[in-house]
């Protein structure tokens, strides 16, 4: 079976070669993470006034139309050029929302380094959660398989490992805005744990 950082090296050379529909497939298995990402950020900075999904659909129009620009030949470069296409789209409907026209760059380095901070957590999250270490977790960036690892969970098992794990609240702030008990939480918690963990292993 070929890995899968070469099969998205071979996807993007057929996109180069004229293969259109082979950047859709690349977008879609970006999807999950790019909308995580984004939910970190509209989170810290917007208070949910964005729907992610918006967002991401946004990043994927300009990715379309911008894919020309792209110089990168392996996923992490791939992953890292879209993650500044998503930080400039955020900054975009920052200054919508203050009601400012005039373009930010520092705004924009500051919402790209902490997307990167992000997906490096993403990272960490990965490692934590695996109980063995998978060989596609190495073929991979490992932020994105995480990210479709949690989209296949239940939404409560998902939101306590998004708040306490990327979002960094502790347990009595997780339980606080889940609006549950500290050890209901923590009972979640643990069980959405290895469910994640089971879900990885799938993915492997």
Request: hydrophobic letters at 40%; proline letters at 3%; charged letters at 25%.
């Amino acid at each position: 079976m070929e890995p899968a950082s070469d099969s998205l090296e071979h996807t993007l050379a057929r996109v180069r070669g004229g293969d259109s529909e082979a950047l859709g497939e690349c977008l879609a298995s970006y999807g999950n993470y790019l909308a995580l990402l984004a939910r970190l950020q509209i989170g810290r900075r917007l208070q949910g006034k964005l729907d992610a999904s918006d967002v991401v659909q946004e990043v994927f129009l300009k990715a379309h139309r911008d894919f020309g620009q792209f110089r990168g030949t392996t996923e992490p470069e791939f992953a890292a050029w879209l993650r500044e296409i998503l930080a400039t789209s955020i900054a975009m409907q920052i200054r919508r929302f203050l009601g400012t026209r005039k373009r930010d760059p520092r705004l924009e380095r500051e919402l790209a380094d902490e997307l990167d901070h992000s997906s490096r957590a993403l990272n960490r999250g990965l490692i934590v959660a695996q109980s063995t270490p998978s060989q596609q977790a190495d073929r991979r960036e490992q932020g994105v398989l995480l990210a479709n690892a949690l989209a296949g969970l239940p939404e409560h098992y998902r939101e306590v490992i998004v708040l306490h794990h990327l979002e960094g609240l502790s347990l009595a702030e997780t339980a606080q805005r889940m609006k549950r008990t500290p050890d209901s939480v923590q009972k979640l918690w643990a069980r959405a744990l290895l469910r994640l963990r089971q879900v990885l292993g799938e993915l492997a």
